[in-house]
C-alpha cells in the first residue's frame, strides 16, 4: 500500500526509539523508501547500523557528514520527502518544532520540508500533560501537523499513564490511511476538471412595497456547500445567490439576486455555457401581483394579498435542456420518494436529491442533512446525516461518475 512512498523517518532519544526498527521494518515491508533521519540521543539508544540495514538507504545523523556532492543532504532529504514521520518524538523536539530551531540534521530537514508531517509523541506522564508541551503540541496542530496521540499504559520510567509510543503497526496503519485519504483528495480534485458548474442557492425575496417582502427560511448552506465541493472537484463555478445566512466562499464568481424572476434570468445567463446545473435555491411560488413603490398604509380593515405564481426555475431549465447535467432539489415532509419522483419527471432533471425536513438534522439552516438521491429510475443512494459539505462531495461524485464515468469512492 505505500509502494513507491518516499518517507523520512525521524527518531529522536527517548527509549521508545527502539520500536522504531519494527516501525522502520514495516514501512519497508509495505513498500515504503524510508530514509532515516536520527539525533544524536536516538543513537544512544538504537544503532545506526540495525536502522541502516532494515531501510537499505544511509542513515543520517550529522548535518555537516555530507556524503555527496551534488546534494545539501537536508535539503534533499526534506525536498524528496512524501511524509516526514517523527517517532518518536521527544518532548524536546516536539518543543524545537514549535519554535522553529534548526540545530540538527533532524530539526533543519524539519523546517525545509514542504511535505506533510506527522509526529508520534513519547514521553514520560508528566512531561506529555507539561502546559509547555501541551501548549506546543497545539502549535503544531494549528500548522497542519498531523499527530498520533501516544496509548496509555506503563511507561518505560516506572509511571502508568499517557505517553507511550503508539505501536508500530497502529502507525503504519495511520501512515497507510494517511496516503489513502490523500490519493482520494487528489483525484477528487480533478473529477470536474473542465465543467462549468452553476448553483443556485438561498431564498428568494418578492417585495410587497420598499419596506416589506415575503421570503423563507433558506439559509443558502447546502448551496454554497455545493458551490465550493465544485470548486474543490477543478469545476469553474458560478453561483447566483438569494438571501444567505452565510459568508458567500471567496474565489467563485457570485451573482446576487433577490426574486424568482432575478434568478430565473441569472440563471438564463449562465445556462448555455453550463455542464452542471444545480438548483438548490429555495425559490418563492408565489409573489404579490402587485409591487407598491410607496409603504402601503395601514387601514382599519384586514388586508388581503393577492398573489401569482413565479416561474418555475427547473422546470424551464428542463424543458430546454440541450445536454445539460440538470439537479434538483426537494423539501418534502411527507412521501419523500413519492413528491420526489414526480418533480424529477415534471422537471426533467438528470437527478434529484430530496430531504424530509421534519428528520433532525436535516433541511433548511442546519451544517448537516439526511437526503435521499433519485434518477428516472428511481433511488440512487440513501444517505444517511452528515455535513452538507459532505452531502455536496457525495452527490458530486455521483455527477461526476455519471458525466466522465470517474469513480471517487
Ligand atoms: N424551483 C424552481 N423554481 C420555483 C420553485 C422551485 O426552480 N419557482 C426548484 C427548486 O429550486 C428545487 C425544486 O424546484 O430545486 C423543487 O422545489 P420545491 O419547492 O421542493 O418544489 P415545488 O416545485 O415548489 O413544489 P411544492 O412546493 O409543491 O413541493
Not at 53 to 63: C, K
Not at 334 to 341: I, K, Q, R, S, T
Request: charged share 20%; net charge negative.
Amino acid at each position: 500500500m505505500l509502494q513507491g512512498k518516499k518517507i523520512v523517518l525521524g527518531i529522536t532519544g527517548g527509549i521508545a526509539a527502539y520500536k522504531a526498527a519494527a516501525l522502520c521494518s514495516g514501512l519497508v515491508k509495505q513498500g515504503a523508501d524510508v530514509h532515516v533521519i536520527m539525533t544524536r540521543s536516538a543513537s544512544k539508544f538504537i544503532t545506526e547500523l540495525t536502522l541502516q540495514t532494515l531501510s537499505r538507504n544511509p542513515v543520517h545523523i550529522d548535518t555537516f557528514d555530507e556524503r555527496d556532492p551534488e546534494v545539501v543532504t537536508h535539503i534533499n532529504l526534506a525536498d524528496l520527502a512524501d511524509l516526514v514521520l517523527i517517532a518518536p518524538a521527544t518532548a524536546n523536539t516536539i518543543a524545537k518544532m514549535a519554535h522553529g530551531l534548526a540545530d540538527d540534521m533532524l530539526s533543519s530537514t524539519l523546517l525545509a520540508t514542504m511535505a506533510p508531517i506527522m509526529v508520534a509523541p513519547a514521553m514520560n506522564v508528566h512531561m506529555y500533560q507539561h502546559p509547555a508541551v501541551v501548549q506546543n503540541m497545539n502549535t503544531l496542530v494549528s500548522r497542519g501537523v498531523l499527530m498520533i496521540e501516544p496509548g496509555s499504559g506503563m511507561l518505560a520510567c516506572g509511571y502508568v499513564g499517557k505517553g507511550r509510543l503508539e505501536e508500530p503497526e497502529t502507525i503504519i496503519r495511520v501512515v497507510q490511511d494517511f496516503f489513502q485519504a490523500q490519493a482520494h483528495r487528489n483525484q477528487l480534485s480533478q473529477a470536474l476538471a473542465g465543467k462549468k458548474v452553476t448553483v443556485t442557492a438561498g431564498a428568494t425575496v418578492e417585495r410587497i412595497d420598499p419596506v416589506r417582502f415575503i421570503t423563507n427560511d433558506s439559509s443558502g448552506k447546502m448551496g454554497i456547500a455545493i458551490a465550493k465541493s465544485a470548486r474543490d472537484m477543478g469545476a469553474s463555478v458560478r453561483l447566483i445567490a438569494g438571501t444567505v445566512q452565510v459568508p458567500l466562499p471567496e474565489g467563485i464568481e457570485t451573482v446576487r439576486v433577490q426574486s424568482a424572476q432575478d434568478m430565473y434570468e441569472a440563471v438564463l445567463g449562465e445556462w448555455n455555457s453550463t455542464d452542471i446545473m444545480v438548483q438548490t435555491a429555495a425559490v418563492a411560488d408565489y409573489r404579490p401581483r402587485t409591487v407598491y413603490d410607496t409603504k402601503m398604509k395601514k387601514k382599519d380593515e384586514g388586508l388581503t394579498l393577492e398573489l401569482e405564481k413565479t416561474v418555475d426555475i427547473l422546470e424551464s431549465l428542463g424543458q430546454r435542456k440541450q445536454g445539460q447535467f440538470l439537479i434538483g432539489f426537494a423539501a418534502e415532509t411527507n412521501d419523500v420518494a413519492e413528491h420526489a419522483m414526480g418533480k424529477l419527471k415534471r422537471k426533467n432533471c438528470d437527478l434529484l436529491v430530496a430531504n424530509d425536513v421534519t428528520t433532525v438534522g436535516a433541511g433548511f439552516g442546519t451544517d448537516t442533512n439526511v437526503v435521499q438521491i433519485y434518477d428516472a429510475d428511481g433511488l440512487v443512494v440513501d444517505l444517511p446525516l452528515m455535513s452538507k459539505d459532505d452531502v455536496a462531495i457525495q452527490l458530486l461524485s455521483v455527477v461526476a461518475k455519471r458525466l466522465n464515468g470517474v469513480s471517487t469512492s
